[in-house]
C-alpha cells in the first residue's frame, strides 16, 4: 500500500498528515471550510551557539572513579549528578499556522489522502480539488485550489512564538525564536520560554497568491473572491548561520530571504508539480517492498482493526513505506538532520525539547537509510555528525581532558556536545559521540557514500583519539569509568544506582569504534595504542539475565526496561556476529526475550528496535510478535509513532525500517543470507533494490522460499531458503 486515506478531515495535530521538502515542513488538516496548515522551518531553533563545557568535571573525574573502584556506586552517582553536570539543550521551534477560510456550504463525498508514491496530499469533494506539495527542487509549497463553482476564500496566520504580520503583495508572517526554552518536563522553571537577550534567531512564512478571483490585500488577511482557482506558493526563511554563528535576528532580513526565493521561482503549478514528483520518484522508487496483501480499506479503519489486534500486512507495508516517506520529505541535501519529531513538531516546548537524541533515538532515525537505498538523505545526518565532531573537541578536552572529541547524549541545532543535568543514567554519555561515530562509518561500509569519505574517516579518527585517552586501565582490563547504560538502574548494597565501570554498552561501543579505526589506519603510533587496548578490553560476560550489563551480575531494577543498550555490540553494532559468535549470541538472546517478556509498555523506538533485534537473532514469529504489538498500541491514526503517554516521536516510524530490513537480510563476513526471520505470515512477497554492503540485490520469494534473485555484482549467498528451479542471476553463487 502507498496511500494514506480519510473520510473525515483531521480536527487535532496528531490526526493532520506531514509533507515536506527537508527544509519546510508542514501539517495539513484537509479541513472542509477551514484549511490549517502548520510550518516548521528546519533551522528553526530556540537559543544560540553558547560555551557549555564544565571545567569543574574534570577536577572531580578521577574521584568518581576512585569511588566507583572501591565499590561506593551510590557515592558517585551523587557526586557525578553534582559536579560532571552541564545546561540543557535548546528547542526546535513551531514557526507558525496559515489558516484557510473558504465558504463551501454543502459538501458530499469527502475524501483526503497522501499518496506515498509521489508525495501529494489531495482534499476532494463535489468537483473541488485541493492538492498541496512541498518541493525539494524549487524549495516551496505549492497548494493548488479548483473548483467547478466560483468559490471565495480567506487567508490568515499565527505563530506560538513573538511575531507579527506584514501585508505587502503577499501574506508575511515574521518573528523571531525565544533565546531559551527550557525541556518540557521541567516543571518548577520560573520563566521556561524566554525572549529577555533579544537574540534568538528571526523567521519568516511568506505566501503570495494567483487566482483567476479577485485578490485584496488588507491589513492582516489576504482574501480572494468569486475564484475557479487559487494557488498559493509559501516559503520558510530563518536567522540561522550556522551551528557556531549567531543566528540574525532582523525579521526584515529573514522577509527578504523569503521574498528572494519567490521572486526567482517559476510560478506554473503543473511545472512545480512534475519537477517536485519526478525528483521524488527518483528517490523513492529506487527500492520498493510488497508483502502481497491488497486491501480497500481506509488508513482509519485499518488502524482501528490493529488496535483490536487484527493487525493486517497491508498495514506493515504502508507502514514500512511511510517511514521511507518521511525519511524523504524530512532530510535532504543542504537540510538539517531528522530530530526527534523530523521536521514536524506543534509546540513551543516540545516532548525532550525535540532535539537530538544520541544514546539512541537520533541514531535510529537512520538506520534503515542506505539499506533502503535513501542514500540521497543522509548528508543531513553525517553533517550533523561531523559538526558535533568538530565542537566535541573542545567538551573532551576540558571536561575529560581527552584528545579527539565527545558528545554526550542531548545535542540541538548549535551542537551541544557536553552533559545535561539530571540523573547520571542518561545525563552521563560520553559515549555517544563514538556511537554516531560508528553509525556513519556503517553507512559508509554499506556504500554509495563515497563523497562523504573525508568527513566519515575524520570523525572515526578522532572517535579512536578520544577512546585512546579515555580508557583507563583497572585489574588488568581497559575500561570506561565512570560507566552508565542508558537510562538504567541498579541496585548494589540495598541502594539504587546507576553508574559503574565497564557497562556492556560502552564496551561494545568501544570496541566496534577501536575496530573501525583500525580497519582505516591500520599502522601509526594511534593504531599501536589502539591494538593493545583492544586487546584488552573488558569482555563480555553471562550473567543471570543472559548477557551482563554490568561489570558484576547486580540485580536490575527495571526487569523490562526500554533500552537494550546491552546489546549494542549484536545491533545495531556488528562485534557480535550471529553465528561467528555463538555463545554471545545466546547470551544476547537471553537478554532480549528477559526484556520484551517482562516488558509493560508499548514504546514505539522501543519497538523498532526489538524489531531489529529479533530479526538479526533470526526470529521472525518473535519480529513479528513485536510488529503485532507496536501496529495495535504505537502509533496515532495519522500513522505517527507514540512515545506513552501520547507524544510522537518519528524513530518508531524510521526504526520500523530498519527492523523489517533486518528481517529480510543478514550479512555476515561478506556473505549474504536471505529471508533470516520471515514470519509466517508473509509467505509471498518482493524486495526491489536494497543495498546490502555495496551490492543492490532485488529477490522474490513464494510460500517462504525464494524463487529469484539478481544482483549487479558478484555476491555469495548462504542459507537461503530456495525454491527448485529458482531463477539465480549470473552474479550470484550459493553456498
Known sequence: MEKLWYKKPAMIWQQALPIGNG???????????????????????????????????????????????????????TLTEEK????????????????????????????????????????????????????????????????????????????????????????????????????????????????????????CLRTEVESDGKIKYGKRTVKVNRAKAVTL???????????????????????????????????????????HTADYRLIYSK??????????????????????????????????????????????????????????????????????????????NYWGTTTSNLADCIEPYINLVYEIMLAGKKTAKVNYDCGGFTCNHNVDIWRKTAPVQGAPAYMYAPLCGAWLSNEIFEHYQNGGLESYKDKIFETVKETAAFLNDYLIEHDGYFVTCPSASPEADFIVDGKRSNLDYASAFEMGVTKQALKNYLAIYPDGDLAENVKIKL????????????????????????????????????????????????KETQWVNKLFRYRTENSGQYIGWSAAW???????????????????????????????????????????????????????????NGIIELLP?????????????????????????ANGKVINITCGKKIKIMNTPVMNGCKVGENIELI
Open 610 to 668: 526489538a524489531i531489529c533485534l529479533a530479526g538479526r537473532l533470526h526470529d521472525g514469529e518473535k519480529a513479528m510478535q513485536v510488529i503485532n504489538g507496536m501496529l495495535s498500541h504505537s502509533i496515532f491514526y495519522n500513522l505517527f509513532g507514540i512515545h506513552p503517554p501520547l507524544l510522537f516521536q518519528i524513530d518508531g516510524n524510521l526504526g520500523f525500517i530498519a527492523g523489517i530490513n533486518e528481517m529480510l537480510v543478514y550479512t555476515e
Open 677 to 701: 526471520a520471515l514470519p509466517k505470515d508473509w509467505p509471498t512477497g518482493e524486495v526491489k533494490g536494497m543495498i546490502v554492503h555495496g551490492a543492490e540485490i532485488s529477490f522474490k520469494w
Open 23 to 77: 527544509f519546510t515542513g508542514v501539517m495539513v488538516y484537509g479541513g472542509k471550510r477551514k484549511e490549517k496548515l502548520c510550518f516548521n522551518d528546519g533551522t528553526l531553533w530556540s537559543g544560540y551557539p553558547k560555551d557549555q563545557t564544565n571545567p569543574q568535571s574534570l577536577r572531580f573525574l578521577n574521584k568518581v572513579r576512585e569511588l566507583i573502584f572501591a565499590g561506593k556506586n551510590t557515592d558517585a552517582m
Open 287 to 364: 527500492h520498493k517492498l510488497s508483502l502481497a496483501e491488497n486491501i480497500d480499506l481506509n488508513t482509519n479503519d485499518l488502524v482501528k482493526l490493529a488496535k483490536k489486534g487484527e493487525v493486517k500486512t497491508a498495514l506493515v507495508e504502508l507502514f514500512y513505506n511511510y517511514g521511507k516517506y518521511m525519511t524523504i520529505a524530512g532530510s535532504r541535501k543542504g537540510g538539517q538532520a531528522l530530530n526527534l519529531q523530523g521536521i514536524w513538531n506543534k509546540s513551543v516546548r516540545p516532548p525532550w525539547s525535540s532535539n537530538y537524541t544520541t544514546n539512541i533515538n537520533a541514531e535510529m
Open 535 to 582: 586487546a584488552r578490553l573488558y569482555p563480555y560476560k553471562e550473567g543471570t539475565t543472559g548477557i551482563l550489563e554490568w561489570h558484576k551480575d547486580f540485580p536490575i531494577e527495571d526487569k523490562g526496561h526500554r533500552h537494550f543498550s546491552p546489546l549494542y555490540g549484536f545491533y545495531p553494532g556488528r562485534v557480535i556476529k550471529f553465528y561467528s559468535n555463538s
Open 233 to 275: 506558493y509559501m516559503t520558510t526563511a530563518t536567522g540561522f548561520a550556522g551551528f557556531d554563528k549567531m543566528p540574525e535576528t532582523s525579521r526584515k532580513e529573514s522577509l527578504n530571504q523569503c521574498k528572494e526565493k519567490l521572486s526567482k521561482l517559476n510560478k506554473e503549478y503543473e511545472v512545480i508539480k512534475a519537477k
Open 84 to 203: 560532571l553536570c552541564g545546561a540543557y539543550s535548546e528547542a526546535f521551534m513551531p514557526l507558525g499556522d496559515l489558516n484557510l477560510k473558504f465558504n463551501n456550504k454543502f459538501i458530499k463525498n469527502y475524501k483526503r489522502e497522501l499518496d506515498l508514491s509521489n508525495a501529494i496530499h489531495t482534499v476532494s469533494f463535489d468537483g473541488t480539488t485541493r492538492e498541496i506539495l512541498a518541493s525539494f527542487p524549487d524549495k516551496v509549497v505549492a497548494y493548488r485550489i479548483t473548483g467547478k463553482k466560483h468559490f471565495s476564500m480567506k487567508l490568515s496566520a499565527n505563530s506560538k512564538l513573538k511575531s507579527n504580520i506584514v501585508v505587502d503583495e503577499a501574506l508575511n508572517l515574521t518573528g523571531n525564536a525565544p533565546d531559551y526554552a527550557a525541556p518540557n518536563y521541567l516543571r518548577t522553571e520560573k520563566y521556561p520560554v524566554r525572549y529577555n537577550e533579544g537574540k534568538g534567531m528571526s523567521f
